[in-house]
């Protein structure tokens, strides 16, 4: 629990320790990859260091651990641990858990990265893996058996935006002693807290909506101390962590992350009804809207739904073709989650991977566009929209 009343001032506060020497207001970057040994007790220079001693900048770091303490926070965890990439915490997470003939019950419609490593790399450890439909709560609750050792989740999805009932597929992964990991990557802390909903453990990419500015790579993963002692141990081993700059610049991002996300919560909604309502959109996908068929399950899970918005393009592929090369202010790039609004189609960047059936199977059409709305001023982005739909 953090001992803030609101998440702004978490966002602001939490994880920053005084610094006693200076008196620096913000975090000190310590650029350094070593530390000098804590005392001249041979057992810590063996690694047994006290609470708060650093050794080595691979094992920890005080920059590092001040954004690990600040994410933790907001998302209601014990503790947290930063990567140096979303891939190399889910990676981590998911290769610490399973082992040979564990099983893993995932949704179907995990971001690319995530789904490649678990229909490449996983089986080749031994892990069985089993892919459901998100939306299909009840298939989900079949799927996790006494044999389900971690059960994922990732919603909203990319780039279809479909929610998955949190709490009640929990519950169901509990009562047969599965561990629930989910990526938050897309709701954020700011609009959805799967901890308080019964998961155990929370991934971000925190290269996305936590830096908030599109110049970081960097990953996250919350839970309870003893999960994330012991992923720790896996990421000393595994090497991905993070850099103190990289730390500085999530720790810098995380402070504004809630006002962020109240303009992208408000900038996202009014794209999305704008397209409801254009005359060359044939689709719109964001959970926000009312036509949205999970909206009333999103509305008691989050508290906003954030600027990603699908839609699909009337006049197929060729034409979103054309809307993409036409926009002019929102910049033609994937990624998503930072201050500039940013469009890419999923057909050929996240899901370009995907087989074509692989695609159809999760609706993803080839006339499909993804925008991440940022924080301008709405009737610019609206306007920008508006000319590239009028060249098809
Ligand atoms: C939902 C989601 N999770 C994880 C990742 C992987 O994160 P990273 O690119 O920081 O490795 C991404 C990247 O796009 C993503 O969109």
Not at 269 to 279: C, G, K, M, Q, V
Not at 317 to 327: D, G, I, K, N
Not at 347 to 371: F, T, V
């Amino acid at each position: 629990m953090s001992k803030y009343k609101g998440m702004s001032t978490a966002a602001v506060h939490s994880g920053e320790a005084k610094d006693e020497q200076y008196g620096s207001v913000n975090v000190p970057i310590f650029q350094t990859s070593t530390f000098y040994f804590p005392t001249d007790d041979p057992r810590t220079w063996e690694g047994q260091v006290p609470d708060g001693s650093y050794i080595y900048t691979r094992y920890g770091n005080p920059t590092v651990r001040a954004a690990e303490d600040k994410i933790a926070d907001l998302e209601g965890a014990e503790k947290g641990l930063v990567f140096s990439s979303g891939m190399a915490a889910i990676t981590a997470t998911l290769t610490s858990l399973l082992g040979s003939g564990d099983r893993l019950v995932s949704v179907e419609d995990v971001y690319g990265g995530t789904f490649n490593l678990m229909k490449n790399e996983l089986p080749r450890l031994g892990a069985r893996i089993e892919f459901v439909d998100s939306t299909k709560t009840p298939d989900i609750v079949a799927a996790i058996t006494d044999e389900t050792k971690v059960v994922y989740l990732e919603s909203p999805t990319n780039p279809m935006l479909k929610l998955v009932d949190i709490p009640t597929v929990a519950r169901a992964a509990h009562e047969k002693g599965a561990t629930v990991v989910i990526d938050n990557t897309f709701a954020t802390p700011v609009n959805q807290n799967p901890i308080a909903m019964g998961v155990d453990i929370v991934i971000h990419s925190c290269t996305k909506y936590l830096n908030g500015h599109s110049d970081l790579i960097a990953g996250a993963v919350v839970g309870s101390r003893s999960q994330i002692d012991s992923l720790w141990k896996k990421r000393v081993v595994f090497g991905g962590s993070l850099d103190p700059i990289g730390a500085y610049l999530l720790i810098r991002g995380m402070k504004t992350l809630v006002i962020r996300m109240a303009k992208h919560n408000e900038n996202g909604n009014a794209i999305a009804e704008f397209l409801e309502d254009h005359a060359k959109v044939e689709a719109v996908y964001y959970p926000g809207l009312k036509s949205h068929p999970q909206h009333e399950l999103g509305s008691k899970l989050m508290r906003g739904y954030g600027g990603m918005v699908s839609f699909e393009v009337a006049g197929g592929r060729a034409a979103a073709e054309t809307v993409l090369r036409s926009f002019s202010l929102i910049k033609k790039a994937t990624s998503l989650g930072g201050v500039d609004s940013l469009a890419s189609m999923p057909l050929n960047s996240s899901h370009a991977a995907l087989s074509p059936s692989d695609r159809a199977r999760l609706g993803i059409k080839d006339s499909l566009i993804r925008l991440s709305i940022g924080i301008e001023d709405i009737e610019d982005v609206k306007e920008d929209i508006d000319q590239a739909l009028r060249r098809v």
